[in-house]
Each structure stands twice: as C-alpha cells, then as structure tokens.
T-cell receptor
Framework: QQQVKQSPQSLIVQKGGISIINCAYE??????FPWYQQFPGKGPALLIA?????SEKKEGRFTISFNKSAKQFSLHIMDSQPGDSATYFC????????FGTGTSLTVIP | DAGVIQSPRHEVTEMGQEVTLRCKPI?????LFWYRQTMMRGLELLIY????????DSGMPEDRFSAKMPNASFSTLKIQPSEPRDSAVYFC????????????FGSGTRLTVV
C-alpha cells in the first residue's frame, strides 16, 4: 500500500515558470513532511520540510503548502531554473520515512 | 563533516556471487537506514537500525539479504547469492533522533548483477 502518493510523474517547465508537485497521504499520525531533491548519480538531499502545525513554509524559491484537512501537501518552485532539473520526492514519517514515487522535473532554458 | 560515506560507488558482479556494500554514517547519528532504489519500485526501505540494533527488517526481500551494524560507525549490507534482479542503487542514510528530523543520504552504490 502506497502511504504517500505523488504526482505528476514527470514535469516540464519553461525557465522562469512555476513548478508544482503534489503529494497526498493517508495516515493522520504523520507529523513531518520533507521534500528531497535528487540529481543523477547522487543520493536524495533534503530540500525543505514542514510540520503540520503550519500551512506554508518558504525557503528562497521553494515553498511547501500544507493542507491538513485534505491530507495533501505540495512543493512550489518559483522562477524555475535549469539547475532545478532533478527528481523530487515527497515523504512523510511514521517510524520510518514513506517516500512518494518521485517527479522528474525538467526546466527548459 | 564528510557526510554519509558508502563504498563501493559501483559494483558489477556475476550472478551467484556474494556482494557486500558498506556504509559509514555521520558521526553521532543514532539511526541508520538502508534503501534500495529502482525505476520500477522507487525508494524501498530494506532495514533500519537504532543504536546499532536492527529495528525493522521487514523490507529485506529475501534471506539472501542480510545487514549488520557492528558499531556506531559502520554497517554492511550483504547479498548472497546475488541475482540479476538485485541490480539497483542501494542507499544508506543516517539521522539523529529518528525520522522526524530528516535523513542524510549517502551517494549510493550502483549494483549490477550479470
């Protein structure tokens, strides 16, 4: 059973555009929701994370929006750049992290 | 800090051979996780340790897989005998205090079994 569902599977965005990746979860006991960024040949790296007591967290061009009642959270990348091209994973914690299936983002110059 | 260190970076082995993957977590971290990543299944948790003790190995696919953590600074994942379907990237990750505080991943070992 997929604990965290992520969409879309792939995303192509023009430079300067907004990239949006969505995730949904089922377990209301989850209390930590990170996003990881992975470049080819590298391990996933923590990008930004949020806890359910806030509805939004912003770090530079990256924003997490969190909707506790809908059990959904999303990553917004503002002013997307070619260097943002990577695979993005959402996750939620229980006694371990449950990862989404990943979104391959390509930012076209 | 050098981060989580995994070795080797790449491993090519013949079916039936024993493979050992190695991981050095970040100093002071008390949790260590082994993940497998494939295109078909994404990131799968294989096993995790807390204070060197295996806590959950329900993700270990078969008895061919085993993992040890003899001390706080070293862990191994062993596959014996290896099969072509074991081909994947294996990641080690560590954290302090548990999953609520985020993981740091190593760069992974790309295993190819031919």
């Amino acid at each position: 059973q997929q604990q965290v569902k992520q969409s879309p599977q792939s995303l192509i965005v023009q430079k300067g555009g907004i990239s949006i990746i969505n995730c949904a979860y089922e377990n209301t006991a989850f209390d930590y929701f990170p996003w990881y960024q992975q470049f080819p040949g590298k391990g996933p790296a923590l990008l930004i994370a949020i806890r359910p007591d806030v509805s939004e967290k912003k770090e530079g061009r990256f924003t997490i929006s969190f909707n506790k009642s809908a059990k959904q959270f999303s990553l917004h990348i503002m002013d997307s750049q070619p260097g943002d091209s990577a695979t993005y994973f959402c996750a939620a914690n229980g006694n371990q992290f449950y990862f989404g299936t990943g979104t391959s983002l390509t930012v076209i110059p | 800090d050098a981060g989580v260190i995994q070795s080797p970076r790449h491993e090519v082995t013949e079916m039936g051979q024993e493979v050992t993957l190695r991981c050095k977590p970040i100093s002071g971290h008390d949790y260590l996780f082994w993940y497998r990543q494939t295109m078909m299944r994404g990131l799968e948790l294989l096993i995790y340790f807390n204070n060197n003790v295996p806590i959950d190995d329900s993700g270990m696919p078969e008895d061919r897989f085993s993992a040890k953590m003899p001390n706080a600074s070293f862990s191994t994942l062993k596959i014996q005998p290896s099969e072509p379907r074991d081909s994947a990237v294996y990641f080690c990750a560590s954290t302090l205090g548990g999953p609520r505080y985020g993981y740091t991943f190593g760069s992974g070992t790309r295993l190819t079994v031919v």
